[in-house]
């Protein structure tokens, strides 16, 4: 058993050793620091498609197929590996596993070009990373949210698991691209997509001639 000093200062990476060990411990510790974001990540990937709206327990289902995942994959884990790398892999393929089964997987054409101007995404990221808002916008907050989840939705799979993995469960690029296994170009060039298809969303939405026009009252 751990004490609340040590489940803190215990890396996830040692851990995860004690669990290849035979610690059950270490399981529960590693479950308890990142079903959430798993979860979330699912959630996000998968979106509110096919079978996932009439059975919402099928995202649970999944949650508990990665960590089982884990349990059958423990001797592969390298310890020199980063675990959360190695768990959103695996949370990663399960995703695209199902996505294919259900027959979700999405080809539309991305007819948005790629501008090269590096503040493409920032006034998206501004309003992603905007979380310190007082209680009379609450209701901004809502559609911001709302616009936000729609547009993730939208995005081609190889653009949205990139822009979840860094801006939601916040991992580096290199994290990312050992995950999709790709490069750091590449994605870099999927996570600029991605920031001009979610402002693109905004943009219909009018939300920038909104808040322009809040700036000049």
Not at 70 to 90: A, C, G, H, M, P
Not at 188 to 206: M, P, T
Request: hydrophobic share 35%; with cysteine.
């Amino acid at each position: 058993m751990f004490g609340l000093k040590a489940k803190k200062e215990l890396a996830d990476e040692e851990a995860m050793v004690r669990f290849q060990n035979g610690d059950a411990d270490a399981f529960d510790l590693l479950l308890h620091r990142h079903s959430t974001g798993v979860l979330r990540f699912i959630i996000k990937m998968i979106g509110s498609r096919g079978t996932l709206q009439r059975a919402p327990t099928q995202v649970e289902d999944l949650l508990q197929e990665v960590f089982l995942k884990v349990i059958e994959n423990r001797e592969k884990y390298d310890s020199s590996q980063k675990f959360t790398t190695w768990l959103y892999t695996l949370t990663r393929n399960r995703c695209i596993d199902y996505l294919r089964t259900e027959n979700h997987r999405h080809h539309d054409s991305l007819d948005a070009s790629l501008l090269r101007d590096e503040s493409n995404g920032a006034v998206v990221l501004d309003i992603i990373k905007s979380r310190e808002r007082n209680q009379e916008e609450t209701i901004i907050d809502k559609e911001i949210q709302r616009l936000l989840d729609s547009g993730i939705e939208e995005l081609r799979e190889e653009f949205r698991e990139v822009f979840l993995l860094r801006e939601i469960e916040g991992l580096t690029l290199k994290e990312i691209a050992d995950i999709t296994d790709t490069n750091l170009s590449t994605v870099k060039s999927r996570l600029r997509y991605a920031y001009q298809n979610l402002r693109e969303v905004f943009i219909r939405a009018g939300y920038f001639e909104e808040r322009q026009r809040a700036k000049e009252v």
